[in-house]
């Protein structure tokens, strides 16, 4: 017999979102296990430094050898584990934000930024915006910490908006934005650069920020019997 009642719909959804949460769950503790036990391996090398550079040729060897279908211990990730338990000194960063991100994001910090403010920054508005390795690695090529996080951007957030949403709308905005996937012409009609924007319109969103959704161009408005049309709406 086929229950379809909205009672019985209801139980079928709650215990979708728990299997949902389970296996989001799982993946996360699977990943912040990995993460520790590159850390501890990183602390490893980095304690016995002093055998010099042969000894990570030699112990990704031995790896190999005794896990032939493991991957992951190449000699230079495992170069990068004794950076990474450098960056971080002690296994408390399992309980951080740090831990959440999976090793490619990483390796793409740390290739590319050596402050630890920003660093951590990046480690944030990653978790916070579900960045993949490459989006994360094209927003600190774009610079988006000095744009966002440090630059002086004259607003009047604070006189307009009350606390918290003006913080909030403080910190979402970037000075400047940078919008290059844009080919300007000299003399370049509005039109023309509202098309291509939309043409564009996921580096275009990705470039605004979190909470933002596209609704449409040329969006039409009926207000006191009169028609507009926004150019763009957000």
Request: glycine share 4%; proline share 3%.
């Amino acid at each position: 017999m086929l229950i379809n009642t909205k009672k019985y719909l209801q139980v079928v959804e709650d215990i979708k979102k728990q299997i949902k949460t389970a296996q989001q769950r799982a993946i996360l503790n699977a990943n912040t296990e990995l993460i520790a036990l590159y850390w501890n391996i990183g602390k490893s090398i980095n304690k016995h430094k002093t055998w010099g550079g042969k000894f990570i040729q030699n112990l990704a060897r031995d790896i190999k050898s005794s896990f032939p279908n493991q991957r992951g211990f190449s000699t230079r990730n495992l170069q990068y584990m004794a950076q990474f338990a450098s960056i971080y000194n002690n296994l408390e960063f399992t309980q951080q934000p740090v831990a959440q991100l999976p090793w490619r994001h990483h390796i793409v910090l740390m290739n590319r930024v050596k402050n630890n403010n920003e660093r951590k920054w990046y480690i944030a508005r990653t978790i916070e915006n579900g960045w993949s390795s490459n989006a994360l690695d094209m927003q600190i090529d774009r610079n988006l910490y000095a744009r966002q996080a440090i630059a002086d951007k004259t607003t009047n957030f604070k006189d307009r908006l009350p606390t918290p949403q003006s913080d909030l709308a403080q910190q979402t905005m970037k000075d400047p934005y940078i919008f290059d996937f844009v080919e300007y012409n000299k003399g370049m009609a509005e039109r023309e650069v509202e098309n291509a924007l939309v043409a564009h319109i996921t580096k275009f969103l990705l470039e605004l920020g979190n909470g933002f959704s596209f609704v449409g161009s040329q969006y039409h408005l009926e207000i006191d019997g009169e028609d507009f049309y926004v150019d763009m709406l957000f």
